[in-house]
T-cell receptor, first 114, second 113 residues
Framework: AQSVSQHNHHVILSEAASLELGCNYS??????LFWYVQYPGQHLQLLLK??????LVKGIKGFEAEFIKSKFSFNLRKPSVQWSDTAEYFC????????????FGRGTSLIVHP | GAGVSQSPSNKVTEKGKDVELRCDPI?????LYWYRQSLGQGLEFLIY????????KSGLPSDRFSAERTGGSVSTLTIQRTQQEDSAVYLC???????????FGSGTRLTVV
């Protein structure tokens, strides 16, 4: 079974600071990787996903993530955060060759001060 | 519909009562998932339906929890004899066959008092 670790549970930044949220997974086979965002009072929304190909994935709102297979990592980055990026961020993984049930990390709460 | 619809959005119930939570997936999505989101605990998988196959119930925390999906569309999650530890946000998601992306509903916030 796969598992996902998000090591940063709470992150506080000022506007214009750079962001990197860590995500590591444990699974030996081929994986699909996702980042979801949950803005205050809203439902989970897909930020970006990786299935295959270029390991650097661009998502919405200026977010990107890099899949590093050797490190079992899929870290989320944004060069300059905005106050509106304040939200909960979840990393998720599924195994396309087996169960499609996605496993989610515990989430990272990001607060951006204006 | 345009998105995944869940009802009710909020439910307060007394300990020991039964509750039913409803999920309307996106039309045509064959896969449906239930998750539970507790404060600081992330998303806990509960149950997965795929088409007409037998559901994967491996995430259900106890036999008080059950779910069904009628006609391959609407799903109902039932919690019997609710306990205070059942208080959480219950999320439903659906995806096309192959599960290359999941669309979530807004959830049902369950409070057991």
């Amino acid at each position: 079974a796969q598992s996902v670790s998000q090591h940063n549970h709470h992150v506080i930044l000022s506007e214009a600071a750079s962001l990197e949220l860590g995500c590591n997974y444990s699974y030996g086979g081929t994986v699909n990787l996702f980042w979801y965002v949950q803005y205050p009072g809203q439902h989970l929304q897909l930020l970006l996903k990786y299935f295959s190909g270029d390991p650097l994935v661009k998502g919405i709102k200026g977010f990107e993530a890099e899949f590093i297979k050797s490190k079992f990592s899929f870290n989320l980055r944004k060069p300059s955060v905005q106050w509106s990026d304040t939200a909960e961020y979840f990393c998720a993984v599924n195994a396309p060759g087996g169960s499609y049930i996605p496993t989610f990390g515990r989430g990272t709460s990001l607060i951006v001060h204006p | 519909g345009a998105g995944v619809s869940q009802s009710p959005s909020n439910k307060v119930t007394e300990k020991g009562k039964d509750v039913e939570l409803r999920c309307d997936p996106i039309s045509g999505h064959t896969a449906l998932y239930w998750y539970r989101q507790s404060l600081g605990q992330g998303l806990e998988f509960l149950i997965y339906f795929q088409g007409n196959s037998a559901p994967d119930k491996s995430g259900l925390p106890s036999d008080r929890f059950s779910a069904e999906r009628t006609g391959g569309s609407v799903s109902t999650l039932t919690i019997q004899r609710t306990q205070q530890e059942d208080s959480a946000v219950y999320l439903c998601a659906s995806s096309p066959q192959g599960a290359y992306g999941y669309t979530f509903g807004s959830g049902t916030r369950l409070t057991v008092v």
